[in-house]
Nanobody, 114 residues
Framework: QVQLVESGGGLVQPGGSLRLSCAASRSIFSINAMGWYRQAPGKERAFVARIIGSNTYYADSVKGRFTVSRDNAQNAVYLQMNSLKPEDTAVYYC?????????WGQGTQVTVSS
């Protein structure tokens, strides 16, 4: 069973930056997509960003501020978050879609507050 381990969350002031990392416990073959969702208190889990091959896609709310990237050799996906806003506060979950299977990370808390 593949496990995704996330790191990099924390508390940051508005306008600050954080970099989330997500690494798989073992090699994953036939990856179709990797990316991130987030869930704010009282809200449903929402799409943030994904990378398919070399193509990237973003939610409108993070476009221009967040950058998703991947390291195929490490089976890892990253999320660089700049110009953070209080409304970015949420638990962030990474995912990997491979051969029809969806794998999720355990979630990492990001809190943007002064």
């Amino acid at each position: 069973q593949v496990q995704l381990v996330e790191s990099g969350g924390g508390l940051v002031q508005p306008g600050g930056s954080l970099r989330l990392s997500c690494a798989a416990s073992r090699s994953i073959f036939s990856i179709n997509a990797m990316g991130w969702y987030r869930q704010a208190p009282g809200k449903e889990r929402a799409f943030v960003a994904r990378i398919i091959g070399s193509n990237t896609y973003y939610a409108d709310s993070v476009k221009g501020r967040f950058t998703v990237s991947r390291d195929n050799a490490q089976n890892a996906v990253y999320l660089q978050m700049n110009s953070l806003k209080p409304e970015d506060t949420a638990v962030y979950y990474c995912y990997v879609l491979a051969s029809g299977n969806m794998y999720w990370g355990q979630g990492t808390q990001v809190t943007v507050s002064s």
